[in-house]
């Protein structure tokens, strides 16, 4: 050990005993994640309202910890909840199992499931814990119509995909999404919020 080591190390002292300090008002006030947070899962919707996932269970075999479970089904014209051939019937994810490790997100080939910053996950109930289709499907947005229903972005599905806008602007064929409000980071903080009122 140097002389001048001891000083050193008290030079960090000092300098951060003359730092502004921050204290988290966490749960008085929500706390702001990153923005590419692991937290919840969100099954996404086509800017029509149908929905992207296909049933092809990727996602449920992807997953280290076998939180996932989903049952496929064949659409048909009469009952369509996507625009393609199947849809994804029964989904499951078991938060009790789940690590929050985004293998699923990464397995998906239709970006049907995504991440979303909602953290606050804890319950006194196993059932609740599991959360089906219902409570992971995303919100119908300004121009969305709840499934099941005909394809609304085109006939058939090669028009419904392929006429999808170059990446880098919004898909806008359902209508204009100019007034939707973004989803809050902490979505788990308002419902606890809106619990307590
Ligand atoms: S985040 Fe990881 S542990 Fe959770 S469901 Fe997805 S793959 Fe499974
Ligand atoms: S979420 Fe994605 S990977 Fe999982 S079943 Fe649906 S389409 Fe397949």
Redesign the pocket.
């Known amino acids: 050990m140097g002389v001048l080591d001891p000083i050193a190390g008290f030079g960090v002292t000092f300098k951060t005993m003359f730092r502004k300090t921050f204290t988290e008002q966490y749960p008085a006030k929500p706390k702001v994640t990153a923005p590419r947070f692991h937290g919840r899962h969100q099954?996404n919707r086509w800017p029509d309202g149908l929905e992207?996932?296909?049933?092809?269970?990727?996602?449920?075999w992807a997953c280290p910890a076998d939180a996932i479970y989903?049952e496929g089904a064949q659409n048909t014209e009469d009952e369509r909840f996507s625009p393609g051939e199947r849809y994804?019937r029964v989904y499951q994810i078991n938060y009790q199992r789940c690590i929050l490790c985004g293998l699923?997100v990464e397995?998906?080939?239709?970006r049907?499931?995504t991440m979303t910053n909602e953290f606050e996950l804890a319950d006194d109930s196993r059932a609740s814990l599991i959360y089906e289709k219902s409570r992971l499907l995303g919100p119908l947005l300004p121009g969305m119509e709840a499934p099941p229903h005909e394809r609304r972005l085109g006939d058939d599905e090669q028009a419904y995909f392929l006429g999808l806008p170059n990446t880098g602007r919004p898909d806008d064929r359902a209508g204009d999404l100019g007034g939707t409000v973004p989803q809050p980071m902490n979505q788990g903080y308002l419902n606890r919020k809106r619990k307590e009122a």
């Open positions: 099954l992207k996932c296909v049933g092809c269970e990727l996602c449920a989903v994804g699923c397995a998906c080939p239709t049907a499931l």
